[in-house]
């Protein structure tokens, strides 16, 4: 069968050349200046206090279920329509997953009305997925959310610059999660950002995101620091799995 319509096509000319030899002419290829300039570019373009990138669209959820401190004997409540990533970085922190019903065939996210028919004593959070780039009901899950004080982590992998009454998608909830991989609006091959206004969240990504390391290789890179120390299990990558007998990192974070 001949394939008519790609399942992405990027737009990439002259600009993102020159950028990739620009990296690689500088001879420092992982998280440094370039890759602070994006952060704090994607910050201001979405309008939030802190941007952090990561190895991926699952490790930006990874972290935002362990910066919140989500683990073994919590749920959170998750749509039933996604990309299995989705689910598996709410696992992957040792919690349980709960499944709600999308609105229906007119509107693929998530049901606030479902969503609350699974509230249990249990339930500590709820992540909305911006399905498509269409924006979740976040006025009505936000509301939901705080009568039951829950955390919102929104999974925006498919919603760069996409809005709301104003607001860019991302931006409603306590963290919000994007992908880079190579069939997202915005693609880098692999790569993900968390953002966040919560300066705790924050604090704690930045640390889990780089082996629990308190000091960035390229800080010591430039000289601007001369050592660290490792104060938690952290990650670079999705490296725990609840069928492992590793522990759960939720465990580690304070
Ligand atoms: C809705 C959704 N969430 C999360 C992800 C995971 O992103 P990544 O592939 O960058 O880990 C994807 C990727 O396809 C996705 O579509």
Redesign the pocket.
């Known amino acids: 069968m001949e394939m008519r319509i790609p399942l992405s096509d990027m737009a990439y000319d002259t600009e993102e050349e020159q950028a990739a030899l620009e990296v690689i002419q500088r001879r420092w290829l992982t998280m440094g200046s370039v890759t602070q300039k994006f952060e704090s570019e994607f910050a201001r373009s979405v309008g939030v206090k802190h941007a952090l990138a990561v190895s991926?669209?699952?490790h930006a959820?990874h972290l935002a279920c362990l910066a919140l401190g989500l683990g073994p004997g919590d749920e959170v409540i998750v749509p039933a329509l996604?990309?299995v990533?989705?689910a598996n970085a709410v696992l992957y922190s040792g919690a349980e997953v709960r499944f709600a019903e999308i609105i229906g065939e007119d509107d693929f996210n998530i049901s606030p009305e479902d969503i609350e028919s699974r509230i249990t004593p249990h339930t500590r959070a709820i992540v909305v997925?911006h399905y498509g780039g269409y924006a979740c009901r976040m006025p009505e899950i936000l509301e939901i959310a705080r009568h039951h004080e829950l955390a919102v982590i929104e999974?925006a992998?498919?919603a760069h610059g996409a809005l709301l009454e104003d607001r860019a998608l991302g931006t409603w909830g306590d963290a919000g999660c994007f992908?880079?991989?190579s069939n997202k609006n915005l693609a880098t091959g692999?790569g993900?950002m968390l953002i966040t206004d919560r300066d705790d969240i924050a604090e704690k990504v930045r640390v889990l995101r780089s082996h629990g390391m308190t000091t960035l290789t390229w800080d010591r890179h430039q000289g601007h620091a001369y050592t660290y120390d490792v104060v938690a299990l952290g990650t670079t990558f999705l490296q725990c799995s609840r069928h492992s007998s590793t522990p759960y990192l939720s465990d580690f974070v304070a």
């Open positions: 991926n669209g699952t959820l996604t990309f990533a989705t997925v999974d992998a498919h992908s880079f991989f692999e993900g």
